[in-house]
């Protein structure tokens, strides 16, 4: 079956654009992660949604970030006013079930986000 | 406030060889986890994972060690093969609240030189 899947798989930008990332994950899974990964860096965790439950955005590194889930189905992560320290590769993760479970997340190939 | 530390940063094995990359985490809580495998424009993949109730864990040519009172694990990957080469995440996640969320190392990006 299809994974997870993400669009566009490069955005290029000016300083002080707003971009927004989609990610459609494996159908039937109810949770939902983004992430974001900058060179030489490991993932860290943004925001998480969890059916119809209130997102866990302590991730979110400025109020400049948000995102929002439609349907329980596909997510779209804004960035308003970009700035450089922006760039980066934003991941999109999704799995069964979430909380404290032990489902595997399925990452998508990401979006590789340039801001100039 | 790095809660999960991975060392090295960067590995170079023989074809052959033994790769072992070694992660440490500070909070007890923890209760799962991960090794992600990451190739150049890919996401992370799960490879193996383990639970704080076994001390090892052995998967083909991966092994996962766990001591849980040094708060430490680590992948062994035996035999390493050229395709192996890739970059390694080690995670942890916890079983209390809400947080679904995974906490990552830095990664580990191994070459395997035939």
């Known amino acids: 079956g299809a994974g997870v899947s993400q669009s566009p798989s490069n955005k290029v930008t000016e300083k002080g654009k707003d971009v927004e990332l989609r990610c459609d994950p494996i159908?039937?899974?109810?949770?939902l992660y983004w992430y974001r990964q900058s060179l030489g860096q490991g993932l860290e965790f943004l925001i998480y949604f969890q059916g119809n439950s209130a997102p866990d955005k302590s991730g979110l590194p400025s109020d400049r970030f948000s995102a929002e889930r439609t349907g329980g189905s596909v997510s779209t992560l804004t960035i308003q006013r970009t700035q450089q320290e922006d760039s980066a590769v934003y991941l999109c993760a999704s799995s069964l079930v979430g909380g404290t479970g032990y489902n595997e997340q399925f990452f998508g190939p990401g979006t590789r986000l340039t801001v100039l | 406030q790095q809660q999960v530390k991975q060392s090295p940063q960067s590995l170079i094995v023989q074809k052959g060889g033994i790769s072992i990359i070694n992660c440490a985490y500070e909070n007890t809580a923890f209760d799962y986890f991960p090794w992600y495998q990451q190739f150049p424009g890919k996401g992370p993949a799960l490879l193996i994972a383990i639970r704080p109730d076994v001390s090892e864990k052995k998967e083909g040519r991966f092994t996962i060690s766990f001591n849980k009172s040094a708060k430490q694990f680590s992948l062994h990957i035996m035999d390493s093969q050229p395709g192996d080469s890739a970059t390694y995440f080690c995670?942890?996640?916890?079983?209390?609240?809400?947080?679904?969320?995974?906490?990552f190392g830095k990664g580990t990006k191994l070459s395997v030189k035939p």
């Open positions: 995670a942890a996640k916890g079983s209390g609240g809400s947080q679904g969320n995974l906490i």
């Open positions: 159908s039937g899974h109810t949770a």
